[in-house]
Every structure is written in C-alpha cells, then in structure tokens.
C-alpha cells in the first residue's frame, strides 16, 4: 500500500503549487487553489478561530479563577474538563448542524463550547497551585480578596493558564478546520467539499491546516513568556539547571 | 434490469437509510429527533462502526504507550533529551488530526493503518509527558532506599521508579484514551470507518439523517466515558494509596 517515493514527492508538489497557482475547477466552471483563495479561506478559520478563543478565555478564566481562590467547586472544575475531552468535535458539529443550525454563529459557538473545558480547568488548578503562603503573606500585606486574585494568584497562575489556553486553542482550531460541514468556509472546505478540488486540493488543505496551527502555538507560547512574570521565570529556569 | 424506482428515490447519499424495504417508520421519514425503535432495530449498522472505533483506539493508544514508554526509557538519565522529546511530540500533537491524517495518505494511503498511525503520533505527548512525571515524582529517599539495598541502576529503574510512576503513567493513559476515542471519530476522513462513519457518511452526508448523528455521538461518548471508568478503577486497584492529577 506504500506508494513509491516519487509518487509522494508528486503529490506534495502538486499540493504546494494548488497553494500558489490557481487552476480550473474539477466539474464545475472557475477556478480554484491559488493564493486569494487560500488566504480567504484562512483568513475565515483565522478569526473565527481566535474570536472563539478570545471568548472561550473571557469566560473560563474568570470563572476559574473565582472557584479556585474559593477553593470550591474542584470536582465540577475537573468533571468539566474531562467531559470536554470525551466530546468529539465531529459529533459536536453534527449535532449543532441537525438541532440547531448552520453558520457562522453557531460554529462560534461550538468552537467556544470545546475551548472553555481545558481553559476552565487549568485556570482553577493553576490558582490552587498558589502557595498558600503568597496568599496570606498578600493578605497580610492588606490586599483585598479581589487584589489577591489580580496581583498574586493570577499572575503565578499564568504558565498553567496559558497551557489550558494553548490545548483550547488546538481544538478549536482544529474544529475550525470541519467548520465547511456546518456552512463556514474555512481551510477545511479543501478536504469537506473535495469534490471541486481535487487530490492537491485535499493535501494542500491539511499542509495549510497544519501550519495554521503551528502558527497558532507558536504565538501562544510567545504570549506566555510575555505575561509570565519574570520572577516565576527565573524561578523555574534555574530550578531546571539543578535538575 | 432497472432498480426499483422507490427504492432508488428513497436512497440517500451514500447509499440506505431512507429506504422503506428496510422498515423505515415515519420518524425516519420525517427525520425526528431520534428515532429509537428505528436505532434497535437496525442494531446491525452501529456493530462494525463501534468495532472499527474500538480497534483504532486500542491500537493506537497501545502504539503510542509503546514509544512513549520506550523514549522515557532513553531519556532517564539524559535529562538533556527531555526537552526536545517533549517538543517534537508537542509539534505532532498540535497538527489537528485530520490534517495529519491527509498528509500521511500519500505515504501510506488510505486506510486504518494511516489513521492508526495518525493517532499514535497524537498520543505520544501526553504519554510520554506523564510518564516523565510520574519518574519525576519519585522520592529521592526512595531511590535511596534502593541504592541502600544494593540495587543497580537499571534495577532501581524497573523494581522502584516505574512501580512508583504507575499512577501518573494510567493518568496518562487515561486522558490519552478519551482523547482518542474523540479524534478517532475524524478517522473516516482517512477512509478507516469507525463512529465517525455513522456520524458523518449515514448522518451529516444523508440528508442530516439525526439518528444516525446522535446514535454516532451517544456511542463515541459513551465509549469515552467507558474507558474513563476503566482506567479510574485500574488506579484506584493497582494503587489504592494515591491519586495524581495528568499533566
């Protein structure tokens, strides 16, 4: 079944150049593949993807946040998270195309439905993580409850945040990728709708899903390093060279 | 000889559902919410999906706790190797899988090998990184107590650390096994069936056959939950004395 190396080398460049040159639709008039179409396409998954995220984020980290410095609510915080995990994204999007419709309203919604678990999740553990000793050191200090929170917790809690955010954003934009099933217009429309496109059409969308979410992860990471406070940096740099 | 034109206009996309020779009630015609006589009474379409689905995780998740387990092994006591395992298992595990799963059909086309394939390389990080952990968490005073005994190193490596690490090694396991049986469901995308065959080729491509979409679901996420319990009971059996939290 393994193709011959040539084979592939043809594939990959057919795919490569359905990314750069447009060319004639299969069985229907047009074109299609070259660089307006790409961009367009992922310029969709781009910011559906990031909007999702950004509200995914406004409502998970709050809430975690707020059960974590009550030290409340574990069981639910954990449950949540594994349930999001058990819930494919197919399954997701079928359902919201069958029950409640298509568009790009409701596939925001999915999107931010499967990026609050892990966020939710790792917010919560990331407050409880706190040493408990910061925390009444703060308060001693004279800080209010919510002061604790803003300068001390969330701030310490930021690298296990920012992991819960960078799993959210792999989801979702890897749901943003079967988005076209549900009427959005994403990379994905390369491989859901593949009739038009071809073979190179297909690999060229997953080549670009792929660097999209790299690209995605790659600019996470760099988020992090900005918000976490350099104290905790150092910390755990220099924790890493005695290891 | 030509078909039966009733039964070719009752047809759906891909080939049966709406088809009235096979005791299609008006719930099915109708397409209502979920048609549960209709699910029971077509048992037989949900068996090889569900067999398909299962085959692909257990392989899968047994592959890549196989490399995991064997780049922990290289990486104990090279510390150094640490880092790059984690990042190069990272990268692998942020390429959604349907993207992996098309790159690798023209090396290995289309199939459950592709998508088997696919999946292990996905599972990879979270496995080798809870077992990093889990030989992490060893107490020093532990390891010790072994060298103490006269143990050599790759005997405190088998008889002390990895008896030690197996709660954060099923922690593992555990996530990357509800993980997969999710993903899995894309694998009819490589052209390796599984749920996602009944979610997506009986459901979404047949009109949004809703049966079929949440029977396809129901099961998926029931599998998930299965396995969850599964893995909770076999920690909580083969170490009674501590929960741990997967990384």
Known sequence: MTLPAADVIDSFSGAVEFIFEPRDA???????????????????????SALALAVAVAIAVPVGLYFGHRGAGELLAVAIGNA?????????????VAFVGIGVLNVTIALVILGIPPILTNAFVGVRQVDRGAVEAARGMGMTELEVIRSVELPLAVPTIMSGVRTGAINIVATATIAP??????????????????????????????????????????????????????????????? | MLPDPVLVLAQGGDGFVRDPSEGATSCVAENDTVCIGWAFDNFDRWVTPTLEHLLLVSVSVAAGFLIAFGLALLSHGRRWLVPTFVGVTGVLYTIPSIALFLILLPITGRGT???????????L???????????????????????????????????????????????GLRIATVSTVAIATLAIFAGAGGLGEVIYTQGLQNDVFKTAIVVGSGIAIAMAVAFDAFYLTGQRVISPWRTVRPV
């Not at chain 1, 299969?26 to 559906?48: A, P, S």
């Open chain 1, 181 to 243: 099933l549900a009427g959005v217009e994403t990379l994905g429309d390369f491989i859901i709708n593949n009739a038009n496109y071809g073979d190179d059409g297909l690999l060229a969308g997953a080549i670009l899903v792929a660097l999209l979410a790299l690209a995605f992860e790659v600019a996470l990471a760099g988020l992090q390093r900005l918000l976490t406070p350099r104290g905790l940096a150092l910390e755990r740099e220099a924790a890493r060279s005695t290891a």
């Open chain 2, 125 to 171: 990080q979270i496995i080798y990184r809870n077992i990093v952990t889990g030989l992490a968490n060893v107490p020093e005073a532990s390891r010790d107590a072994g060298r103490g005994m006269g143990m050599t190193e790759r005997q405190l490596l088998w008889r002390v650390e990895l008896p030690l690490a197996v709660p954060e090694i099923i922690a």
């Open chain 1, 84 to 96: 999001g995990r058990a819930v494919p994204e197919l399954a997701l999007i079928a359902l919201m």
């Open chain 1, 26 to 48: 299969i069985g229907v008039r047009g074109q299609v593949g070259g660089l307006e179409q790409v961009w367009e396409l992922m310029w969709t998954q781009i910011w559906i």
């Open chain 2, 113 to 123: 090998v592709t998508a088997i394939i696919a999946l292990t390389l996905y599972n």
